[in-house]
């Protein structure tokens, strides 16, 4: 275990992780761009990110409760997340013959602002790195 910078590091390490993840996925889909019946694959973390953000920050969630009048009214169950990113098939593009459903524009347009995302997080990291580091010299010249 390292020295923890702070629970904003950690959490742009974690998103980080996704990114990467989410790299590999977009590269699969454009891999079987040929494959017949193939489905693209994507992940989605962000509402993950989000839980794990308001739990670090102890951000307490807003919600607005739904009115009952009458006790014979049905309850809304609460949603509930396992914690780990959804896996889940892009659809909504037309399948091709072969079943196929892989469009190159979308992937590579997706892979596109995963990028820009993914170096975002690095160029946040090595700053907040650089903040740390500049601090603990400053120190040392005391």
Known sequence: MGIVISQAHELMKEALNYRAQRQDLIAS??????TPFYRPRDIDFEHM???????????????LELATTDAS????????????????????HMARNDGNSVDLD???SEMSK?????NAL??????SGATFKSVIEASQKL
């Open 106 to 108: 979308v992937e590579t």
């Open 122 to 127: 690095i160029a946040s990291i090595k700053k």
């Open 29 to 34: 889909n454009i891999a079987n761009a040929d």
């Open 114 to 118: 995963n990028s820009v995302m993914f």
């Open 73 to 92: 009214h049905l309850h809304t169950p609460r949603a509930t997340h396992s914690g780990t990113a959804t896996l889940f098939f892009r659809d909504g």
């Open 49 to 63: 990110l989000a839980e794990k953000k308001a739990a670090m920050f102890a951000a307490k969630e807003k919600t």
